[in-house]
């Protein structure tokens, strides 16, 4: 008798802990959607009575389906709304302060200096440097670093009657001023450092010098 009565409490527990098991289970689902349908009824209840007289009486009878309908309707004017500001209004506030750091003596210029440099050096130009090279400026014996930026030959090259190429020696601690250098190829040392190293180089004004021999870059196979 005892055995037996050990046997059916196994057999409890064992329900006991699948029935637990699969209600923990369900129980992000449940909830989810529980969640989901009292959005719907707030949303779509509040709303579907404003146009739901004047839709066909065959379609009255599907409420929650027009619940849906005006909850998604609701949500997309939402979203554009709040696009909409953020896109109209964030360039409002933005225009207006940066007209009241512009009139700030000092903050200014420092604003203004790193504005043309993000610009210079931004996305839309960072293909305008291809290369770093090496070249002797203002004076022979004095190396300068320097950014390759065309190879093209045009009118200055023809009369030059040399191959030439176009560099820009950037000034230092603000890059975005420099020398326009056109320069006879043999006069051009092109280096294995990186544009953002160079760049790192000159706003430093050589205090941060790139690791040299650069390190090696890690192939991966596909």
Do not use: C
């Amino acid at each position: 008798m005892s055995s037996d009565a050990s046997s059916s409490n196994s057999h409890l527990v064992k329900f006991r802990n699948a029935f637990l098991s699969g209600a923990l289970l369900l129980a992000p689902l449940i909830v989810t959607i529980w969640a989901f349908r009292a959005v719907i009824d707030l949303i779509g209840g509040t709303f579907r009575p404003l146009y739901e007289h004047s839709l066909p009486d065959s379609l009255q009878g599907i409420p929650f389906l027009w619940d849906m309908v005006a909850t998604v309707v609701v949500i997309l004017l939402v979203t554009a709304l709040g696009y909409f500001s953020n896109y109209v209004f964030g360039k409002y506030f933005f225009s207006i302060g940066e007209r009241a750091i512009q009139r700030i003596p000092g903050v200014s210029a420092v604003y203004n200096s790193v504005k043309q440099i993000v610009s210079t050096f931004g996305s839309s130009n960072r293909n305008l440097f291809n290369k770093v090279v090496l070249v002797e400026f203002p004076r022979k014996g004095v190396w300068t670093l320097g950014f390759l930026t065309n190879k093209e030959q045009g009118e200055a090259q023809a009369v030059a009657k040399l191959e030439s190429w176009t560099v820009f020696v950037p000034t230092t601690p603000n890059p975005t001023s420099g020398f326009l250098l056109v320069l006879p190829r043999s006069d051009i040392v092109e280096l294995e450092m990186s544009v953002g190293d160079a760049m790192k180089m000159i706003l430093s004004g050589g205090a941060v010098m790139p690791a040299w021999p650069a390190p090696a870059k890690v192939v991966t196979s596909h």
